[in-house]
């Protein structure tokens, strides 16, 4: 079993920049694992905000595409969102996750960390 934990989330003021944290425990993440982030705002359905697989390859989504970057440590199982100049309607629960498509397949979610973006 393999338990995912973030940090790095807080309160920030606009315009500011934070990098959230999540790292794989337990028996490791296989090959061929795809990271990730999505949030869920207040009200909101649950949105992805970037992928990385393990060849490297990013995904973001549009809002975000030229202010947050993702990037992974394979060795240290960890997966990083560097987010800067964000606004108020960035502000909800960040959440990462592992999934492997291959077999074995697996989904793993870690419990989420709330960013508020706000004055």
């Known amino acids: 079993q393999v338990q995912l934990v973030e940090s790095g989330g807080g309160l920030v003021r606009p315009g500011g920049s934070l990098t959230l944290s999540c790292q794989a425990y337990?028996?490791?993440?296989?090959?061929?694992?795809?990271l990730g982030w999505y949030r869920q705002a207040p009200g909101k359905q649950r949105e992805l905000a970037a992928t990385i697989t393990s060849g490297g390859t990013t995904n973001y989504a549009a809002s975000m595409e030229d202010r947050f970057t993702i990037s992974r440590h394979n060795g240290k199982n960890t997966v990083y969102l560097q987010m800067n100049g964000l606004k108020p309607e960035d502000t909800a629960i960040y959440y990462c996750y592992a999934r492997r498509v291959v077999a074995p397949t697996y989904t793993y979610w870690g419990q989420g960390t709330q960013v508020t973006v706000s004055s």
């Open positions: 337990g028996i490791g993440l296989l090959g061929a694992t795809t």
